[in-house]
């Protein structure tokens, strides 16, 4: 598995022949590691990994979130793709906020933000039935020692904090959680979460249903923060179930691409790689002014489409095999030149839904990872309780930030996304899993909201298109095409590591670029695991932007 053509970056891609967990802290990799070295399954290795997550990045992941699976390999038949995002309560309604002063946007923090059942945990339940096979308590012995004992500050989390610690001295609990003597942390110090703690330990005695959906402790939850006005119930926690679901898939360059249906962004991921695919990528040179220039104009085609479109299925019907059709993305290519920025904002869909609606960008902070292990399975996983620290709001005495996913739900009842009881809301976390020759060769992903399509964008063509390793691919500068919150007008931001040159061009081009700094956590944290079909050897990136690691043995 040779791989010259990339840049040598900072670190080597990780080979193992037994198994590998990718995540974006070493802990969690470490937790994930140790599942395998036990005898446990890919699944085991990812649930165990996640579990870590939710103590050590308690501002990215959290029982309080959702998440997203795709699972191949191994005594799999096909791709397993497994939806844990939870809906909003039975009586989150419209009326409901209108009745409590509120008609433009559902608050982005708060109580009033928590208005959507967390589902990742039953996932893991669903996910552990299928294809686990150490047991389901021992899977949780890292995670409750590191929320009991303590874990280390990463860099990672000291930043949010510092940046965040106004908003979390909002609520009393996260006070005294996270802003101790009335501070932030800074890194290296030590996290404790008792109460974290006896909540896991719950968890992991008496199950998913038992210890979590239907127990005291979503009775506790569901009464703290309807104090403050949030609408979820314990019979919204009761009657909740993850669900196995149809994954969709495009090709590229001869591979199969799968991705989770809406209501996921997953297929603005595949239109973006079918546009893609009609230009000679190649031909661009890596990290040049055309290639950045002409992925981001394919981005906000592609993403004129998802913001017309994307929502819980159940209540629009999407024209996925419309929107994921090759002449569908030649028809739309037409639109990309290679002179001339289009102006995303101003950019029209190629389908219509139906009236106009404000069109707000969707944002968020998540952990992706993935695993694979001796039998071949591999696990392609995304958590998320979208903005850091979620709602910024603990669930009473249980530990649990809730996440505020629901606060991207439309008030406009036009608006395909609108705020409807026991609707799944726009996601924008998604899993990404490349096959070949119906076996797996590729699990990647990354957290950033708007940036995960472009991110995967990203690794995908420098891994297919240009020769890198996975460690080169996910090291390489990137970027981010998106409105942030509250901004009128989208920017194109770039790591300063791309050259003054390049930089140059693209503005010449009417790209509106924004500089960061390198390395920028704004371009989120990439993870990715490669399987060579010929040796079966595992090849394991990890991003240096977080604070991870790719372990294998």
């Not at 395998?36 to 996640?50: E, F, M, T, Y």
């Not at 038949?77 to 844990?84: N, P, R, W």
């Amino acid at each position: 598995m040779s791989h010259s053509n990339g840049p040598r970056t900072g670190r080597p891609p990780t080979f193992a022949s037994r198994g590998m967990v990718s995540t974006p802290h070493y802990l969690a990799s470490a937790s994930g590691q140790d599942a395998l070295r036990r005898g446990g399954s890919a699944v085991d290795a990812a649930i165990a990994a996640n579990a870590t997550l939710c103590v050590a990045y308690p501002h990215m992941a959290g029982l309080g979130g959702d998440g997203f699976w795709l699972i191949a390999g191994a005594g799999a038949d096909g791709v397993h793709a497994l939806d844990a995002s939870g809906p909003s309560a039975k009586a989150a309604t419209r009326e409901y906020y209108r009745a409590r002063g509120i008609t433009d946007h559902i608050p982005m923090r708060g109580p009033l933000a928590a208005l959507t059942v967390p589902g990742a945990v039953d996932g893991w339940r669903l996910a552990h039935e299928r294809f686990g096979k150490l047991s389901w308590e021992s899977l949780f012995a890292d995670a409750i020692h590191y929320a009991r004992n303590g874990v280390a500050v990463t860099r990672s989390l000291a930043d949010w904090l510092a940046q965040d610690a106004e908003i979390l001295a909002q609520d009393p609990r996260m006070t005294a959680t996270y802003l101790p003597q009335g501070a932030p942390q800074r890194e290296g110090s030590l996290l404790v979460q008792a109460q974290l703690a006896e909540t896991f330990a719950a968890l992991a005695a008496s199950g998913a249903r038992e210890g979590f959906y239907e127990s005291p402790v979503a009775e506790r939850i569901c009464e703290a923060i309807s104090a403050g006005g949030s609408p979820l119930a314990q019979d919204d926690f009761a009657n909740y179930q993850a669900r196995w679901v149809e994954p969709i898939s495009t090709t590229y360059r001869g591979y199969d691409v799968f991705q989770m249906p809406p209501s996921t962004q997953g297929f603005a991921a595949l239109q973006l790689l079918n546009l893609l695919e009609g230009f000679d990528v190649k031909s661009w040179g890596e990290g040049t002014a055309d290639y950045y220039h002409h992925i981001v104009e394919a981005v906000k085609v592609a993403f004129a489409d998802r913001d017309e479109w994307l929502t819980d299925p159940a209540f629009v019907d999407i024209p996925l095999d419309q929107l994921l059709s090759k002449d569908y993305a030649d028809e739309r290519r037409a639109l990309i030149s290679c002179e001339r920025a289009l102006v995303q904002q101003e950019l029209e869909p190629g389908l219509r839904y139906a009236k106009s609606f404000d069109k707000r960008s969707p944002d968020g902070d998540t952990i992706y990872l993935c695993a694979t292990d001796s039998d071949g399975l591999v696990v392609s996983m995304i958590q998320s309780i979208y903005h850091d620290f979620g709602a910024a709001v603990m669930g009473g005495d249980t530990g649990v930030i809730l996440q505020n996913r629901g606060s991207f739900f439309s008030l406009d009842e036009n608006h395909p996304n609108r705020l409807e009881p026991e609707k799944r809301i726009f996601h924008t976390i998604i899993p990404a899993m490349l096959m070949e020759g119906g076996k797996p060769v590729l699990a990647y992903g990354s957290m950033g909201g708007e940036g995960q399509p472009q991110t995967q964008a990203a690794m995908l063509t420098r891994l297919v298109d240009f020769g890198f390793d996975v460690q080169q691919a996910i090291e390489a500068p990137r970027w981010l095409m998106g409105r942030t919150w509250g901004t009128a007008s989208s920017d194109l931001v770039l790591e300063s590591r791309i050259s003054d040159e390049t930089v140059r061009d693209l503005r010449l081009r009417g790209q509106p670029v924004q500089m960061v700094e390198q390395w920028s956590g704004v371009l989120g944290h990439a993870q990715a695991i490669r399987i060579d079909p010929a040796t079966g050897m595992f090849e394991g990136g990890a991003d240096p932007r977080g604070d991870g690691a790719a372990a294998g043995y």
